[in-house]
Nanobody
Framework: QVQLVESGGGLVQPGGSLRLSCLVSPSIFSFYPMGWYRQVPGKSRELVAALSSGGSNYADSVRGRFTISRDVVKNTLYLQMNSLKPEDTAVYYC????????WGQGTQVTVSS
C-alpha cells in the first residue's frame, strides 16, 4: 500500500520561507510523476508544482519563488517555498500518480504577520 506523509507546514510571516516534505513509502516514486497541490476552503485544489522525467513546471503564481525537488535515496519529495505571501496560505498536499492517484493527508501553511 502506497502512503504519502507531508510535513513542514506552519505559521510564517510574509517574506519568510518554509520547506515542505512528502515521504513516500514504499520507495517507488522515483519512476512516477509527483506534484504539490494546495487548497483553501471553498475553492478547488490547484496545482502548485509538478515533477516528472520531463522536468518540472509551476503555477504562474509561485514561479520563481517555489522549487520542487526530490531525494531518491530518502524517498522524499520537497517543496521549497521562499518569499511567501498571505495568498499562499492553504493546505498543501503531495500527489503521486501511478496507475492510481495517491494523496497525502495535507499540511497547513499559514502566511500572516
Amino acid at each position: 500500500q502506497v502512503q504519502l506523509v507531508e510535513s513542514g507546514g506552519g505559521l510564517v510571516q510574509p517574506g519568510g520561507s518554509l520547506r515542505l516534505s512528502c515521504l513516500v513509502s514504499p520507495s517507488i516514486f522515483s519512476f512516477y510523476p509527483m506534484g504539490w497541490y494546495r487548497q483553501v476552503p471553498g475553492k478547488s485544489r490547484e496545482l502548485v508544482a509538478a515533477l516528472s522525467s520531463g522536468g518540472s513546471n509551476y503555477a504562474d503564481s509561485v514561479r520563481g519563488r517555489f522549487t520542487i525537488s526530490r531525494d531518491v535515496v530518502k524517498n522524499t519529495l520537497y517543496l521549497q517555498m521562499n518569499s511567501l505571501k498571505p495568498e499562499d496560505t492553504a493546505v498543501y498536499y503531495c500527489r503521486l500518480t501511478t496507475n492510481n492517484d495517491y494523496w497525502g493527508q495535507g499540511t497547513q501553511v499559514t502566511v500572516s504577520s
